[in-house]
């Protein structure tokens, strides 16, 4: 996933690990060959269309917010479908509230227009002091959370792996995101809730106390569940 990163020269763009140190107690316990942990990229400002949120400092939030009321007036000007007109007057008493398009309750049809849009703060905003800076992963960790995302764990001889996904995704959609072929073959899901995995202290004894369940294509993952598909090859 991309975070959009405005006016903060002092972070580099690219992939970063998002360290979890829940999945460190996992790989602790399970000691695979690999640890792989979820990976956020910080992209430049101007491709905020491809980004999950922002990151921008906090002095700089209504840059954004002026930004898109702009766009908003220099659209309602050009606009001539009333529906789209009363949408925009809307959007733009939001706007010069100071408060960010994100952080309102829209529609299903106004969700839809806004998404032609392109404005920066319908995305989640995640705003940090010059201060924070220094702790790279402790913002990286606010923007997975504020994204929306959680992470499911996979752990076995070879990797112990966090895989980012959105609240709310299935049992079956989290198998697509391990590879397609689990998906198309998905059967049952085995799930370890983390805390159930740490208390029994390995997989094996989890399973002897009854911890592990068998969840169909609908079970909605839960962070930092510890999962294993079963799926015909």
């Known amino acids: 996933m991309k975070i959009a990163v405005f006016s903060i020269p002092e972070l580099s763009l690219g992939k970063h690990n998002v ?3 829940r999945l ?3 790989d602790a316990i399970t000691r695979s060959k690999k640890k792989t942990y979820a990976q956020l990229e910080l992209v430049a400002g101007d491709l905020v269309l491809d980004a ?6 906090k002095d700089s939030v209504t840059d954004l917010i002026l930004k898109d009321l702009e766009f908003v007036e220099t659209r309602l000007s050009r606009t001539e479908q009333e529906q789209e007109k009363k949408f925009l007057i809307k959007l733009k008493g939001i706007l010069e509230k100071e408060e960010p398009v994100f952080t309102q309750q829209f529609s299903d049809e106004e969700k839809k227009m806004i998404s032609t849009y392109g404005m920066s703060t319908a995305r989640p905003i995640i705003d940090a002091e010059r201060s924070e800076l220094g702790s790279l992963n402790d ?3 606010r923007c997975l959370k504020a994204s929306g995302f959680i992470s499911f764990f996979t752990t076995g001889e070879k990797e112990t792996r966090a895989w980012p996904v959105k609240k709310g995704t299935s049992a079956w959609e989290a198998a ?3 590879h397609s072929d689990i998906q198309k073959g998905f059967i049952r899901a085995e799930v370890i809730s983390f805390n159930d995995f740490i208390q029994a202290g390995s997989e094996t004894q989890a399973k002897q106390q ?3 369940r068998l969840e169909a294509k609908d079970y909605v993952v839960q962070d930092a569940d510890l999962m294993n598909f079963r799926f015909n090859k």
């Open 210 to 212: 009854g911890k592990m």
């Open 52 to 57: 999950e949120a922002i990151l921008v400092l």
């Open 24 to 26: 460190d107690q996992v």
């Open 176 to 178: 697509g995101q391990v």
């Open 19 to 21: 360290k979890d140190s």
């Open 139 to 141: 913002i990286l960790s």
